[in-house]
């Protein structure tokens, strides 16, 4: 059975940085996709970021610019480098990891404070 671990959120003031990290346990055949979701309260979920196992990357466009997303295959890792952080990012953050299923990490939370 896999299983994700999500490490790194809290709570951060304007302006302060995060880095999310995800990693699974268990057999992961191979990984493709890989990307992180949030859900702020009372809204929908959204794509965050996403990396390709080739390295190509796409970014949400109220996070281009702040944030990145890498990926380390061997080890089946996610990392999510928060910059700038604006309270708007306030959300619960979702690792999502794909090889022939989807795997969801269980929520994170990131507070981002005034």
């Known amino acids: 059975q896999v299983q994700l671990a999500e490490s790194g959120g809290g709570l951060v003031q304007t302006g302060g940085s995060l880095r999310l990290s995800c990693a699974a346990s268990?057999?992961?055949?191979?990984?493709?996709?890989a990307g992180w979701y949030r859900q702020a309260s009372g809204k929908q979920r959204e794509l965050v970021a996403a990396?390709?196992?080739?390295?190509?990357?796409n970014y949400a466009d109220s996070v281009k610019g702040r944030f990145t997303i890498s990926r380390d295959n061997a080890k089946n890792t996610v990392h999510l480098q928060m910059n700038d952080l604006k309270p708007e990012d306030t959300a619960v953050y979702y690792c999502?990891?794909?090889?022939?299923?989807?795997?969801w990490g269980q929520g994170t939370q990131v507070t981002v404070s005034s």
């Open positions: 990396v390709t196992r080739d390295g190509r990357t």
């Open positions: 268990g057999r992961i055949i191979r990984l493709n996709t």
């Open positions: 999502n990891l794909e090889d022939l299923f989807q795997y």
